[in-house]
């Protein structure tokens, strides 16, 4: 099986693949379980790249950042997943975002002069950096595994870098300051995705991901696209807008919903949306990390939807 992942190796992408390697469920014919080896791990540049690649069948899955604790959701990865329609999210894993200053080996901290990283790596340890290294000159780099594989091939012009654990391991770097975020929380969650999968199974904590495309921008269009998830208590965890390329004022929303499309209240917000929208894209159901159940408000319970399709079932016969 091979599975795609934004590269080079030793990303933060990487590990969550390799994450999602360890849980083994999320692998038709349990490769997880059988091991690391029985996965391809293909670095690519794009998840647009990544995404055509399953498309084209080069790839059988793939692994992408979505969103991130303190910069929420990733553009690039939105913006693809909006353009396809042939692979849906099936799993999510949440991969702690540290960062370690590396150097080649025999480096002092003192010989730092310039360090190179991703410039969101860079804002994030710019409170440590500027304490500890206040005249190294900051390098731009197009990803911080990028980075550390430039300076552990001696081709690099600057004499340190920002970047992730797995990355100073793997490009023979010596690490010379752990933890340097400032964030110590911050997460990023990333998704693993298929091509037109079956459904997983409702865990009874899952979430559900959709992209709506509005019909027109008058007053009210989004209000009554949102209330159609509060009529029936389903929460959102996340919902942003990206423009549609029609026009000013004209955008569409990626949304997360908290439970799974085959619970009745959730089936009955999103046939209420897909009546009011132009378009209505569903990116698939999938356990959340997390694993923590999805509550359901008191007034309005799961069982109660139940009831009420089955009531409506019995009228019509």
């Given amino acids: 099986m091979k599975v795609a992942y934004l590269g080079p190796a030793a990303t933060f992408t990487e590990a969550a693949l390799l994450q999602l390697i360890e849980s083994g469920d999320v692998w038709a014919g349990g490769a997880g379980a059988a091991g690391v080896g029985d996965i391809e791990r293909v670095p690519v540049i794009s998840a647009n790249a990544a995404l055509d690649g399953i498309a084209s069948g080069a790839y ?12 929420g959701g990733v553009p690039a990865t939105l913006d693809a997943l909006m353009r396809v329609g042939h692979a849906r999210i099936v799993a999510e894993t949440v991969v702690p975002v540290r960062f370690v200053l590396a150097v080649r080996p025999g480096t002092a901290l003192a010989d730092v002069q310039a360090f190179g990283t991703h410039p969101h790596a860079e804002a994030q340890t710019r409170e440590w950096m500027g304490a500890h290294l206040p005249d190294a000159q900051f390098m731009p780099a197009s990803s911080t595994a990028a980075a550390a594989k430039q300076l552990g091939a001696g081709e690099a012009p600057f004499h340190a870098t920002v970047c992730p654990e797995l990355a100073a391991q793997a490009y023979g770097l010596e690490v010379v300051a752990d933890d340097i975020g400032t964030a110590k ?10 091509p037109n999968p079956q459904l997983p199974t409702p865990t009874g904590a899952d979430k559900t991901t959709i992209v709506a495309t ?3 921008d008058k007053a009210g269009s989004l209000l009554g696209l949102l209330e159609q998830f509060s009529a029936r208590r389903v929460n959102l965890s996340r919902i942003e807008s990206r423009p549609t390329g029609d026009g000013l004022g004209l955008y569409k929303f990626s949304i997360d919903i908290s439970g799974h499309v085959r619970e009745p209240r959730v089936s009955e917000a999103l046939a209420g949306v897909h009546r009011m929208v132009r378009k209505l894209q569903f990116l698939g159901s999938y356990p959340a990390a997390d694993g923590i159940p999805v509550e359901v408000d008191s007034t309005s319970t799961a069982s109660s939807f139940d009831d009420s399709t089955a009531w409506v079932r019995s009228i019509l016969g």
Avoid: W
Wanted: no cysteine; net charge negative.
């Fill in 214 to 216: 509005l019909a027109t």
């Fill in 60 to 71: 059988d899955a793939a692994v992408m950042p979505i969103e991130n604790s303190l910069e």
């Fill in 185 to 194: 929380n911050a997460v990023t969650r990333f998704i693993l995705v298929k």
